[in-house]
């Protein structure tokens, strides 16, 4: 289509090499988009968005996706799907799951026809844009993967930058 992904985006796969990173960064890709490490009930980590170092220090911004089904008071069972979809509880769910609120005030719900392809349908946009005003719902907007990614890497990228200076006035 006449663009270049810099991102990978792989939602469906377990385990990952440790120099995944170093091959990412000399592949031209800067974000990295998953959500089955984050499936692990024994070792579950605790965050969603982070920089992956490499083997060798190359660093790539990292993704989880956050899509599950929210209930209040309910079971808070956190695994998450790739194939969400455009309903109240998962768009909810994909931000009360997300764990790095301190420092980014966005989080990715994907949806579509997954795990046999088909991706969103007309009917999927079209709920989007009757629930945007729902109250108790996140802001929601449509946007790219990559506007997405751009977007998290900004948001935290200045949070991170105002720590710094905010250790600098209290050495002060």
Request: aromatic residues 12%.
């Amino acid at each position: 289509f006449g663009k270049e992904s810099r991102i990978c985006f792989l939602p469906d796969v377990f385990g990952y090499s440790a120099a995944m990173p170093q091959i990412l960064k000399k592949s031209g890709v800067d974000h990295f988009i998953t959500s089955k490490i984050s499936w692990n009930d024994t070792n579950t980590l605790p965050v969603d968005a982070f920089l992956w170092q490499g083997i060798d220090g190359s660093e790539i911004l990292s993704s989880f996706i956050t899509t599950w089904s929210f209930v209040k008071n309910g079971p808070q069972n956190r695994q998450t799907t790739y194939v969400g979809k455009n309903i109240p509880t998962y768009i909810r769910g994909a931000w009360e799951r997300f764990a790095q609120k301190e420092y980014a005030s966005v989080a990715l719900n994907t949806y579509g026809h997954g795990d046999g392809g088909g991706g969103p349908s007309y009917g999927m946009f079209e709920y989007i844009d009757r629930i945007c005003d729902v109250p108790g719902m996140p802001e929601i907007r449509q946007v790219t993967v990559s506007e997405f990614m751009a977007e998290l890497e900004g948001l935290i990228r200045d949070k991170v930058a105002s720590m710094g200076s905010e250790e600098v006035a209290d050495e002060d």
